[in-house]
């Protein structure tokens, strides 16, 4: 496989589509297919730019060194540092430029949230005082996945926004919040000699794995939370929800827990495809 593919991270994609499917569908009459497109661009080369901004900074600061997991691009020596750097910028600069398309069709004042969105997701791991390492990924990621991904969504097709639209985000950066909660779980003992202060090495390997499964909980919660009865569709990801939870609280460990990640984006990917079906036909 084409090691930019690799590098992309294909499997953490789902915590960038599944906003958008959501938010459309909220939308209802006012969906608009080439914003809604404009809006997913914005948020898988965003997510793009993050991998590969992540497989950079913690390459050279030697995070990912003997790291379990996908492969990542300048620790194992397949490409070049700068490389990489430079494939996270011109992935940031792709949603720069639809985010921009967005702004001029819609309010200008998306243009300092995609700023501030674009400074996180270097932020995260890179620079001198990176905040991924202070245990401040999962706020993040809620926030810019969860939050401005879904009602951002959701305004940029109606030029609204309601309480609705922030109760379907939160699903949404719940189930994201979980990726990266078992991302961490499987490179905690790394990540602990590395340095990295993640939540998961905060508070411990065990309250960690809870805190995964609280997570996709809340997400089940929350859809029912809007008091829409089809949105009972959701339970149909619950067997999968079980699955996954049921992995993580058994200790699986290190590479054990790669495949967990892959259902963990399955499992957003379908639980969206419920969610939105539900609120399409409320």
């Not at 791991?125 to 991924?132: I, L, M, V």
């Not at 379908?270 to 036909?281: D, N, P, R």
Request: with cysteine; aromatic share 8%; net charge positive.
């Amino acid at each position: 496989m084409n090691k930019w593919i690799l590098g992309a991270r294909v499997r953490t994609l789902p915590a960038a589509i599944a906003p958008v499917i959501v938010a459309s569908a909220l939308a209802g009459s006012e969906f608009n297919w080439s914003r809604a497109t404009l809006a997913l661009m914005v948020g898988v080369w965003l997510q793009i730019g993050v991998n590969f901004a992540n497989d950079y900074s913690d390459g050279v600061k030697g995070t990912d060194d003997d790291r379990v997991g996908p492969i990542r691009l300048v620790a194992s020596g397949l490409a070049s540092a700068s490389s990489v750097k430079r494939a996270a910028f011109i992935s940031f600069f792709i949603a720069s430029l639809a985010g921009l398309w967005l702004s001029l069709l819609t309010s200008l004042v998306l243009i300092p949230i995609g700023v501030v969105a674009i400074a996180a997701a270097w932020g995260y791991t890179g620079g001198k005082n990176p905040y991924g390492y202070r245990g401040l990924g999962e706020v993040s990621v809620f926030i810019f996945f969860g939050l401005v991904a879904t009602i951002g969504s959701f305004y940029v097709q109606t030029e609204s926004i309601t309480l609705m639209s922030f109760i379907v985000a939160i699903p949404m950066g719940a189930i994201s919040c979980a990726i990266l909660t078992v991302n961490n779980i499987r490179d905690l003992t790394k990540d602990q000699v590395a340095g990295k202060r993640t939540v998961a090495v905060r508070i411990g390997d065990e309250k960690a794995r809870r805190t995964y499964v609280s997570l996709l909980i809340l997400a089940h919660t929350a859809a029912i939370a809007t008091f829409i009865p089809a949105t009972l569709l959701t339970l149909l990801a619950a067997p999968l929800t079980f699955s996954v939870s049921k992995a993580v609280l058994s200790k699986a460990s290190g590479a054990s827990l790669v495949p967990v990640l892959g259902k963990t984006g399955k499992l957003q990917l379908l639980f969206a495809a419920l969610f939105a079906t539900a609120l399409a036909i409320q």
